[in-house]
């Protein structure tokens, strides 16, 4: 039987939609009443604070919200034994409260590099009682990408640590995908098709993100049988933690890819071959697509969400995403909603309570054939108040203002930010003050929430920082007071310089206005070429300036974890800079056929700047390419996983496909990588253009491709183990730097364009 429909066209929001919606919202809002959420928000404060969480009283109270958004109080009760009590509608709201007590009482911070966490002592009591409550119902963190840019080789001390961060901040909506693949292998083998059939449809495990979307199969797999058993074991221990602290876990559902062995096994099943993939030919790509009205479509969708349900349970809450990149079979209306219709109908089979979560990148990212009747009928497929939308990169290209707010589905605002995970200081703060307010006044506006959607996560804290914190306002902030009581946060002690150094980032990298990418450019990560991009959305002497000023205070500040990290990322960010400034030095000399010139610039770029920039990155724990290495060869039951767990994260950082399919769309600025990747391609660049003048044969960029190929497969192959450890003093690689390039930096940079 058909799922209702929405209204028809030109009819806008349904009026009378609110109240069975919220009461759906509601029924998935999380254990309210649970008394495991108690313990589970007083564990983590123990975690957290150790001997010191005796003093902070943590106690959940459902009817806090009267059904409605998360709240917290805090408030320090008479006498002496504790300080404060915190008090929340759920574990997340309760936990959110201690980390408000923490931030701003405390003057505490927690973020991906580190913890500033020195108490006062005694710890600080309120002169009055503070209420806040979330404007919205959720909080929503990761996109289905992160799973394989930043947590693939994630173990669970790690995942700890990430789930008391969300909790932390706030967070109660977030995906449990790790171990789908196991279910869906035992799905597969109870349909009939046999290993070698799965083993060519899964891919490995740094590129299963993109397999889960029918994007990717079988590149860099297959996926061993210790793998499954592993990501077991860690679904189990995420969902159980993410639900005892009143988080709503998204479980993954079927969007209507399958295995070509389906077609062996049911002849009759109607699926269509897909186009191929960014630039994966159909060796990789082009996955089946089940028609929607063939049986077999609820048939594997029902089958998988229950065996799915039966293993892990469930909060009701379901994540498909049928056309990710991925142009439609038809733009007819009506195979759009029935292709929705069908995959929502797939998730009420196995629950009739199911809320389908949806990524709506696919409607900015096709503009020309998501035309208003093709979303329309797209949304429209599924009863309204049953799908959430997230609006996934609503700072820069918001979907919801085209789109008379998702014609009446209800939608998440989310800062999309990075791409690929890679390495650059960036931000859109501006955009993201002011963005979730505006939405929420939008006419007839169905935003329940807002949301975190990173590709790539442990980049720009003070993003993720200013995003969780306006979680939780009714009002944007006044930008420039709040990134200095940051600077003052994360380094434990007041420095002028220091907060001198964030407000100059702060107008300048973190202020990208208009439609702004983050998505690393520089000619530092990017195969050279002559006709490569320098243009930047700042200042660069803003970022000159921060160096120097973050140096001054280093004296005083150099025993922070969390100042050496941004020392080592305003350094990088500089030296990105001068690589720009040396690659248009060369590219100009080599115009002109000015070889002295050439040399020269070529010379200190290759044999200078990179070692440097790479010395620096290794004396920093958290820049070292051996660190993504050995954590991919940790997970390894045996040498050949090991192996193919290495190769799996090489690939995904340079080459991204078998032949550069996807070139540095994941680039990382990391200690060994700017050595022996990014280094290398440059001195052969700067080479074959000294030859080329030598020569006065012209350079070819498609046979210097080629050349260059086989420098970056080879990196992938190499097998050199890089150290996990660092090495190296920060602050004395950083001030080296600086002494050597900081005065002729700064001229170029005031002087501007040539």
Not at 59 to 64: K, W, Y
Not at 108 to 133: K, V
Request: overall charge neutral; glycine content about 8%; charged content about 20%.
């Amino acid at each position: 039987m058909a799922a209702r429909r929405g209204p028809e066209p030109g009819l806008g929001p349904v009026p009378g939609l609110a109240l069975p919606f919220l009461l759906l919202l509601a029924a998935t809002a999380g254990r309210a009443g649970d008394p495991r959420q108690e313990e589970a928000v007083r564990a983590l404060a123990r975690r957290l604070l150790g001997p010191r969480a005796a003093a902070v009283s943590l106690s959940v109270d459902p009817a806090l919200a009267a059904g409605g958004p998360d709240i917290y109080r805090l408030w320090s009760p008479p006498g002496t034994g504790v300080a404060v009590a915190v008090e929340g509608s759920s574990g997340v709201a309760a936990a959110a409260g201690l980390y408000r007590y923490l931030r701003d009482f405390c003057g505490c911070h927690l973020s991906w590099s580190g913890a500033q966490l020195r108490l006062p002592e005694p710890l600080p009591r309120l002169r009055a009682e503070i209420r806040a409550a979330a404007p919205g119902r959720y909080r929503y963190y990761q996109n289905v990408c992160t799973q394989s840019y930043s947590f693939v080789w994630w173990d669970w001390a790690r995942w700890e640590r990430e789930i008391d961060w969300m909790a932390l901040s706030g967070i109660n909506l977030a995906p449990a995908f790790a171990g789908q693949e196991a279910v869906w292998q035992r799905v597969y083998r109870n349909l009939g098709l046999n290993q070698s059939e799965i083993d060519k449809y899964f891919t490995g495990p740094a590129f299963l993100a993109w397999n889960r979307m029918g994007n990717l199969r079988r590149w860099a797999g297959p996926l061993p049988p210790a793998w499954h058993f592993k990501q077991l074991y860690l679904q189990y221990r995420i969902v159980e933690r993410m639900r005892s602290l009143g988080m709503t876990t998204v479980l993954p559902a079927f969007a209507g890819h399958v295995p070509q062995g389906i077609l062996r096994v049911f002849p009759r099943a109607n699926a269509t071959r897909l186009g191929h993939w960014s630039h994966f030919d159909c060796a990789y790509s082009c996955t089946y697509l089940l028609d929607p009205e063939d049986p077999m479509f609820q048939v594997i969708g029902t089958l998988f969400l229950k065996e799915l349900i039966k293993e892990f349970g469930t909060d009701h809450v379901y994540s498909a995403d049928t056309f990710n990149e991925m142009t439609p079979l038809s733009s007819d209306p009506a195979y759009l909603s029935r292709v929705s219709n069908a995959v929502f109908r797939s998730m009420t089979g196995a629950d009739p309570k199911a809320l389908w979560l949806m990524q709506g990148w696919l409607f900015q990212h096709q503009p020309d054939f998501w035309q208003p009747a093709q979303v329309r009928a797209l949304l429209h497929g599924v009863p309204l108040g049953r799908m959430i939308v997230l609006d996934l990169f609503a700072e820069s290209k918001p979907v919801y203002q085209w789109t008379e707010s998702f014609y009446g589905q209800p939608f998440i605002w989310c800062m999309l930010h990075n791409f690929g995970g890679n390495h650059g200081l960036f931000g859109t703060v501006e955009a993201i003050n002011h963005g979730p307010f505006a939405a929420r006044r939008f006419p007839n506006s169905t935003m329940v929430g807002t949301g975190l959607v990173p590709e790539g996560i442990e980049q720009n804290d003070m993003v993720y920082e200013l995003m969780n914190e306006l979680g939780w306002r009714q009002e944007p902030l006044d930008l420039p007071s709040w990134v200095t009581r940051y600077a003052e946060r994360r380094y434990g002690t007041p420095n002028a310089a220091a907060a001198g150094a964030w407000r100059l980032l702060l107008r300048s990298v973190y202020n990208c206005t208009g439609v702004c990418v983050n998505h690393n450019r520089s000619p530092l990560v990017r195969r050279p070429s002559l006709r490569m991009d320098t243009a930047l959305w700042y200042n660069a002497s803003d970022v000159y300036e921060a160096w120097r000023l973050l140096l001054s205070a280093g004296a005083e500040l150099g025993s922070s974890p969390a100042f050496l990290y941004d020392l080592v990322d305003v350094t990088r960010q500089a030296a990105q800079q001068l690589v720009s400034d040396y690659y248009l030095s060369i590219r100009q000399a080599f115009q002109s056929h000015a070889l002295p010139e050439l040399l020269t610039a070529g010379g200190v770029l290759v044999y200078d700047l990179l070692p440097e920039l790479d010395s620096l990155l290794c004396s920093h724990s958290l820049f070292l390419l051996g660190r993504w290495l050995e954590s991919a060869r940790a997970v390894a039951t045996s040498a050949r996983e090991a192996e193919q767990y290495e190769l799996n994260a090489r690939n995904q950082v340079t080459l991204w496909g078998p032949s550069g399919n996807i070139l540095d769309y994941a680039n990382k600025q990391l200690g060994g990588l700017v050595l022996d990747y990014y280094a290398v391609r440059w001195s052969l660049f700067v080479s074959v253009l000294v030859e080329s003048l030598n020569s006065g044969r012209p350079f070819h960029q498609e046979q210097f491709n080629q050349a260059v190929f086989q420098v970056e497969r080879g990196f992938i192959y190499n097998k050199k183990r890089y150290p996990a450890v660092p090495a190296g003093d920060t602050m004395e690689i950083s001030r080296k730097l600086f002494l050597k390039y900081y005065p002729s930096a700064l001229r170029r940079s005031l002087a501007g364009p040539a």
